[in-house]
């Protein structure tokens, strides 16, 4: 009768997204553990520790006003200024000067600039390529080639089934890679992660295209993509990913309490 016994333990057997997994892998900790810390110092853990996600916490994940400011403003003033002039020098270097007003103002006011600084180096590298070339199109090379970085690592990871969405959500909710071991939970994170790919890859249909066709129409409709795919594309789908992890690891983040709450 043991072949019977054999089936009842089968039956009620966890499912497993794939049986010979180990539960600790050092490598995927590591980057688990990684994008974790990277998604809550950017203001994702006050989103990920309220139970609904208000106005504020939803503000905070997206940078805060002035984080936002930081990112849409050099990129609107090169919009407008590249529109009406074509003038490839004086639209870089009015961008610039946004983003350097916006690094020193942090500066001056003892305000973490990590940011802004981030944001300023990536505008200068930007209008490097731009004034090197002397084409307004290349200022945007850099974020093109992000995004397409982006998009070729959430891929690479669905594909080697280590979804980088649910590495992150797993640390972040303090499930670690426990989730791997659930097929429903795997496969709800494969389809997250997918959907992250998704607006990666949307913005270089877009945007590749406009860049290779070389003229001033063109360019300024680059520009204007690039602000129309930015946050109106990334808020709507950060608030998909806070439902559904939200639905998936229903327990409280063990890590959140001891430290990080005095905040200052």
Same mark, same amino acid.
């Given at each position: 009768m043991s072949g019977g016994r054999d089936v009842t333990d089968q039956h009620h057997e966890p499912e497993r997204a794939e049986p010979g997994d180990e539960e600790r892998d050092p490598v995927a900790s590591t980057l688990g553990e990684s994008l974790a810390k990277a998604a809550r110092s950017s203001g994702m853990g006050q989103l990920v520790d309220g139970e609904t996600p208000t106005g504020t916490a939803l503000m905070a994940a997206l940078g805060g006003v002035r984080g936002?400011?930081?990112t849409i403003l050099p990129g609107l003033?090169?919009?407008?200024?590249?529109?009406?002039?074509?003038?490839?020098?004086?639209? *870089?270097? @009015?961008? /610039?000067?946004?983003?350097?007003v916006f690094t020193v103002v942090r500066i001056v006011g003892k305000t973490p600039v990590t940011q802004a600084l981030a944001g300023l180096i990536g505008v200068g590298l930007s209008a490097i390529f731009a004034l090197i070339t002397g084409r307004g199109e290349d200022n945007f090379i850099l974020g093109i080639w992000t995004n397409a970085a982006y998009a070729a690592a959430l891929? *690479?990871? @669905?594909? /080697?089934?280590?979804?980088l969405i649910g590495l992150a959500a797993g640390y972040l909710m303090g499930d670690?890679?426990?989730?791997?071991?659930v097929k429903s939970k795997f496969r709800v994170m494969q389809?997250?992660?997918?959907?992250?790919?998704?607006?990666?890859a949307a913005r270089l249909l877009v945007q590749v295209p406009l860049y290779l066709a070389h003229t001033d129409a063109a360019t300024s409709a680059l520009a204007l993509t690039k602000l129309l795919m930015g946050v109106p594309l990334y808020a709507p789908l950060l608030l998909i990913t806070w439902f559904v992890v939200k639905g998936q690891f229903p327990q409280k983040p063990?890590?959140?309490?001891?430290?990080?709450?005095?905040?200052?």
């Open positions: 936002l400011l930081e003033v090169f919009l407008i200024v590249f529109t009406f002039t074509q003038n490839v020098p004086l639209s *870089i270097g @009015i961008s /610039v000067a946004v983003a350097v891929l *690479i990871s @669905i594909l /080697v089934r280590w979804p670690g890679l426990a989730w791997r071991s389809a997250l992660t997918f959907l992250w790919f998704l607006l990666f063990q890590s959140q309490k001891p430290q990080g709450d005095s905040a200052g």
